[in-house]
T-cell receptor, first 111, second 115 residues
């Protein structure tokens, strides 16, 4: 599986937008970009995924670079509940079914 | 939809003992995954079932580990002769069989402590 690179940690003020970056320079044409987050003492939770176009859902937006070598997860208005570890994962549309997690970005929200 | 259920939530055992964890996936989810997570690390894949068939096993899954999903519903993960290095959070996830990019739904995990 192609690898992703994320900052180890980030901080953001409550009620402000948060932009979480992810680099995936070796992404292949069939790789989807997935984001999961893990709140303290819980299992990971799906956030969003996309292939080429930007995606929006009730939780977040995913902005994908034109060359697909990077992406950004956008939380439009961070709340204390958004404090979690955020994982950016590439998942091929062919072959392995599993998700391969890295160490993610630990997001701290400052009240 | 009650979510993925794992039992027990916490398990403390002595080195050398056997332990078994149970996972109940979301009803009608054909795919079931087991992951292990240690402090400060992301979850590591252990094994994956599609219905009752175990389709992939990680090299992390030593001979002391065995997973089953006998009727394609719940699954068990057994660790024999536990070692202190087995201490971790064991996570189960399920997903429907509708495509290759269906999202995974995770349980809250079983925290194993081997003394």
């Amino acid at each position: 599986d192609a690898k992703t690179t994320q900052p180890n940690s980030m901080e953001s003020n409550e009620e402000e937008p948060v932009h979480l970056p992810c680099n995936h320079s070796t992404i292949s044409g069939t790789d989807y970009i997935h984001w999961y987050r893990q709140l303290p003492s819980q299992g990971p939770e799906y956030v969003i995924h996309g292939l080429t176009s930007n995606v929006n859902n009730r939780m977040a937006s995913l902005a994908i670079a034109e060359d697909r070598k990077s992406s950004t997860l956008i939380l439009h208005r961070a709340t204390l509940r958004d404090a979690a570890v955020y994982y950016c994962i590439l998942r091929s549309n062919f072959g392995n079914e599993k998700l391969t997690f890295g160490t993610g970005t630990r997001l701290t929200i400052i009240p | 939809d009650t979510g993925v259920s794992q039992d027990p939530r916490h398990k403390i055992t002595k080195r050398g003992q056997n332990v078994t964890f149970r996972c109940d996936p979301i009803s009608e989810h054909n795919r079931l995954y087991w992951y292990r997570q240690t402090l400060g690390q992301g979850p590591e894949f252990l094994t994956y079932f599609q219905n009752e068939a175990q389709l992939e096993k990680s090299r992390l899954l030593s001979d002391r580990f065995s997973a089953e999903r006998p009727k394609g519903s719940f699954s068990t993960l057994e660790i024999q002769r536990t070692e202190q290095g087995d201490s971790a959070m064991y996570l189960c996830a399920s997903s429907p069989l509708q495509g290759r990019n269906e999202k995974l739904f995770f349980g809250s995990g079983t925290q194993l402590s081997v003394l």
